[in-house]
């Protein structure tokens, strides 16, 4: 029966609650916009999906608050090699153990339930951000004010609707909301299907090592990953003549595993067909309904940046929908979003095509020029993270587009706890700027070389005398000297009328 009351108000409204729906529903709850989540099912799916995320993606973490919670529940990659059928190393990709300039390591394996745990656990922390499970949406009707969302509320039939200033869909690769945006996808040409297949170790097992290792073996390419705890991974190629039901069968799953393990050693949570693609949606965004993750992009798992990709769009739009609906920012902020985020994900899912050709073989050499020949060593591989594309980084100004680093505070915090999610203007002092101290007036915190030591030596580094980094870590743009810094707080100063609700 149709609930005839006044339908009740949103800023956003987010369908979908996995990883990048609630990081993007936390990062809202920062903003102070009244966000709602309605999620479809009754609760987190309880099986392994995603299993790797990297420094940028746990600086987003810390950001919103929740990294010290996500610490206990992780651990660190060393990484990944590349090993042909006889077991001699092509591709190394080992990980440093160390800390980036991101104040993070470089990979972390986990356990999708438990970050999700995580992730949900910390929308109680906002008043104004409401989850709702067991909330099939069904129709999105935009106008000049707002949407329309209908959905029905699977717990007792009831369907029920809200009006949202803006709707973003975290709903997956068959995403309802990209179809009501209307968007087709660019299809980057590699689909092959794969049996994923997850198991608990009953015994240690050490001799399977730390490493995610890939067998390049034209017989039958494997992917063994070390997950959290006694969990264990293995990615087998299913052969064209295969059927995908039969190869997902008890004995059939054994029989491939054999060359590793037994079932006196595992048992199987699950094994599964999956389909590998990569496309992108050629359409992120329609007035005032948007995409982000796999509903805006899909990549095969070499990379192990599937999640984290859709952690960035996150961490991209959730600052500009908060700028626009705060601060009266014009709509126009959101044309950004997909020109600055769909070719830094295009790079990462054409690097994970090549490395898809050496693990298949069917591209071993123009896969193997992705990293560095050395004399009688494997080839080394280093990825190096994409620039922003074009939206509203000053892209002639040096490190537009960059990640800018977090440094450690004299008081030992890193950077990013004291900035907060927001603009921050890295200066060597306060006195090269003082005329310009008024730019706390727009809430923009200034961080000098007096507060941590590398921020002087990263911008002498780099010969600039200011940069502006927007509250997504990234470089806006920089400066050399008093009329280019005018410009940069020009670039993030709100307009001085009054914003409107929506």
């Given amino acids: 029966m149709q609930d005839k009351s006044a339908p009740e108000e949103f800023d956003v409204v987010i369908v979908g609650r996995g990883p990048v729906g609630a990081t993007l529903a936390n990062l809202l709850g920062l903003c102070g916009v009244r966000t709602l989540v309605l999620e479809r ?8 999906r995603a299993v790797h995320f990297d420094d940028e993606c746990m600086r987003v973490f810390q950001t919103v608050g929740l990294a010290d919670a996500i610490l206990p529940r992780i651990i660190l990659s060393p990484g990944m090699l590349f090993l042909d059928a006889n077991g001699r190393m092509l591709l190394d990709w080992s990980r440093p153990q160390t800390l980036t300039p991101m104040g993070w390591n470089l990979s972390y394996r986990f356990h999708q339930p438990d970050l999700e745990d995580v992730l949900i656990g910390g929308l109680a922390r906002w008043p104004h951000v409401t989850l709702r499970s067991r909330c099939d949406v069904f129709a999105l009707d935009q106008d000049e004010t707002g949407v329309r969302v209908r959905y029905e509320d699977l717990s007792n039939g009831k369907l029920t609707e809200v009006r949202a200033g803006y709707v973003i869909g975290c709903d997956g690769a068959r995403s309802l909301v990209r179809r009501f945006i209307g968007s087709g996808m660019d299809d980057l040409g590699f689909h092959e299907r794969w049996l994923v297949i997850d198991v608990m170790l009953k015994r240690d097992r050490d001799d399977l090592g730390d490493y995610s290792l890939q067998h390049c073996d034209p017989r039958r390419p494997a992917t063994y990953v070390r997950g959290t705890g006694m969990r264990r991974r293995w990615e087998i190629t299913v052969l064209p003549d295969e059927d995908s039901q039969e190869v997902a069968q008890p004995a059939k799953v054994w029989e491939l595993l054999s060359r590793w393990i037994t079932p006196d050693d595992a048992e199987i949570e699950r094994a599964v067909v999956y389909t590998f693609h990569s496309v992108i949606a050629q359409q992120w965004r ?3 309904l948007l995409l982000a993750g796999d509903s805006a992009h899909q990549t095969p798992p070499f990379l192990g940046q599937g999640m984290c990709a859709g952690i960035r769009d996150a961490a991209n739009l ?15 902020l959101l044309d950004t979003y997909q020109s600055e985020r769909l070719p830094h994900v295009r790079e990462f899912i054409e690097l994970a095509i090549r490395l898809g050709g050496v693990i298949n073989t069917k591209a071993i050499e123009a896969g193997l020029a992705a990293g560095e020949a050395r004399e009688n060593a494997p080839v080394k591989l280093e990825v190096k993270k994409p620039l922003l594309g074009p ?6 100004q040096p490190l537009a587009g960059h990640l800018a680093p977090q440094f450690l505070l004299k008081d030992g915090r890193r950077s990013d706890d004291r900035v907060g999610y927001s603009h921050v203007l890295l200066v060597e002092t306060t006195a090269m700027f003082s005329s310009r ?3 706390s007036q727009v809430g923009l915190d200034i961080l000098t070389g007096d507060d941590a ?4 030596r990263w911008l002498r580094e780099h010969g600039i005398a200011a940069a502006l980094v927007r509250p997504d870590r990234y470089v806006l743009g920089t400066a050399r000297n008093d009329a280019e810094l005018d410009r940069l707080i020009t670039a993030i100063t709100p307009p001085t009328h009054v914003p409107s609700a929506a």
């Fill in 391 to 396: 939206g509203l980084a000053l892209g002639d």
């Fill in 41 to 48: 099912e009754a609760r987190t799916y309880h099986l392994p």
């Fill in 318 to 332: 959730a600052w500009k929908l908060g700028a626009i609906i705060r601060d009266g920012a014009a709509p126009d």
């Fill in 453 to 456: 030591e590398g921020v002087g």
């Fill in 286 to 288: 329609n007035g005032r």
């Fill in 437 to 439: 101290c008024a730019s």
